[in-house]
């Protein structure tokens, strides 16, 4: 029995430790991007930002027209960019901020 | 007649019941020309369509049934333009007193361009205004699922929405030709669609699909046929539809039903005046 939780607890902070890494080495944009007003409207900006090398995570919010992307830190995100990517899926890109930690949950679909 | 307005209704509801059982669907029902598509996608719709239409001229008794599958497929490609294709394949009965007549297959394939003139986004909201023109090629048999012409179309499409709501309004104009002797009459359509979302309390687009009710109205008149030359008294004239209508929203799919309501039925003559319209449609994006 005690063998068990020991095993138990040892798996539960290698996750633990694997998963902080995980978050850690990682960094966040916030894109403010308009004119996006449906679900379809954000499958096909996540689809675009999900082909950029080294963008991990990609997640929507409609009503903050806010897209959340975690990268690996040396993904190129600039301005330009992100303003020719959104324009040619018809939607208008604003602005970014960027956070040293990525707190999105939506895995990148392989 | 009873027992074939019954059979009306239990179509109705059985496509009613299929859509519902896989949760139902949010862009205008009835047309395709503000089908959104972005940039080297693919959109596909697909719609099982039942029209039933039935009168009774000096005790004749006309009854028409139709059931139409129509794909539509839009592919992006650039911001602006986009090209759409759709492919009906119809069976028509028509009961005319004691006399049957049937036929089905391959109607007209239609394929027009959109190209948008106009965007001002903001946040969570959008307008834009796009012109469109096309074609409808005679792929049909001629006299059966096709009067054989090429006829041409086109118009604007206005688009304005937010993550709550949806308008869709259109003007569209098409120039029928003519084949052999016989000439359908051009036709002036005006389609308006508000989608209003009514699950809008649960905004996490990434785990909640999107609720809209609906509601289309469409005016369309039709000019007189033409046979040698001679316009057919008993056809063309006006007619006007409500379409209350669901849709369902995801990330990569929509399902949507409606039921076309004539509201106003003119036309001229002995024409046989529209009936009840049932949709029931998916759509897929690439």
Known sequence: MRKILLISAGIILLASNALAKDGQDQVQYDLRVDGMTCPFCAATSEKALKKIDGVSKVSTNLETATISVCTDGKTDMADEKLTKLFKKKGFTYVSKTKQETCSVSDEKKK | ?286
């Open chain 2, 1 to 286: 007649m009873v027992d074939k307005n019954v059979k009306h209704l239990l179509g109705a509801g059985l496509l009613f019941a299929v859509l519902m059982g896989n949760i139902a669907v949010a862009a205008p029902i009835t047309f395709n020309t503000a089908l959104p598509v972005s940039d080297e996608e693919i959109i596909i719709r697909q719609q099982i369509i039942y029209s039933g239409a039935s009168d009774n001229i000096l005790g004749v008794s006309r009854d028409l049934d139709i059931w139409k599958s129509v794909t539509a497929l839009g592919y992006g490609i650039n911001e602006n333009l986009a090209i759409f294709t759709v492919v009906p394949i119809i069976n028509r009965n028509m009961k005319t007193g004691n006399l049957s007549t049937n036929a089905s297959g391959l109607a007209d394939i239609k394929t027009f361009i959109r190209y948008q003139i106009y965007q001002n986004d903001g946040p969570g909201k959008t307008t834009r205004m796009a012109g469109f023109g096309g074609v409808n090629i005679p792929t049909g048999k001629t006299g059966e699922t096709s009067d054989g012409s090429t006829d041409f179309f086109g118009g604007i499409i206005l688009t304005r929405a937010s993550t709550n709501w949806n308008f869709d309004g259109q003007i569209k104009y098409t120039a029928n030709g003519q084949k052999n002797a016989f000439k359908r009459g051009n036709e002036s359509a005006f389609d308006a669609s508000l989608q209003y979302r009514v699950n809008n309390r649960n905004n996490n687009v990434n785990t909640n699909g999107y609720l809209f009710t609906v509601l289309e109205a469409s005016l369309v008149y039709t000019d007189r046929n033409e046979i040698a030359n001679l316009a057919d008294v008993n056809s063309g004239g006006t007619a006007a539809f409500l379409t209350p209508g669901l849709q369902y929203a995801t990330k990569r799919w929509i399902a949507e039903t409606a039921i076309k309501i004539p509201v106003v039925k003119q036309l001229n003559g002995t024409a046989l005046q529209p009936g009840v319209t049932v949709i029931a449609s998916m759509r897929f994006n690439f």
